[in-house]
Nanobody, 125 residues
């Protein structure tokens, strides 16, 4: 059974950093999966921010977080981490990790088959 569990959210002041982690189980990283990070702010649509391909570690980022967020994976621990720096109140959202097998448009949530429960990030001004 595939499971995704996010952790690392919390309250941080503007300009600060947080590191979110997605612990994955029920599949192996040496197969070709895409793990994406999404966020959903209150009253807004879910937004894809970054994704990684497990078999080669290639990453992509949305324009809104490029240069600010960094995605990495540890295939020995089956974790994917999202390092978020220089946070602003606009980054406040619930952050989700998601898993997809065939993902042609990584920014589209419908491309993913499994989702974690989310972790809340609040950035105070």
């Amino acid at each position: 059974e595939v499971q995704l569990v996010e952790s690392g959210g919390g309250l941080v002041q503007a300009g600060g950093s947080l590191r979110l982690s997605c612990a994955a189980s029920g599949f192996t990283f040496d197969e070709s999966w895409v793990i994406g990070w999404f966020r959903q702010a209150p009253g807004k649509a879910r937004e894809g921010v970054s994704c990684i391909t497990t078999y080669d570690g290639s990453t992509s980022y949305s324009d809104s977080v490029k240069g600010q967020f960094t995605l990495s994976m540890d295939s020995t621990k089956n974790t994917v981490d999202l390092q978020m720096n220089s946070l602003t109140p606009e980054d406040t959202a619930v952050y989700y990790c998601a898993l997809g097998r065939v993902v042609r448009s990584p920014e589209r949530s419908l491309e993913y088959d499994y989702w974690g429960q989310g972790t809340r990030v609040t950035v105070s001004s």
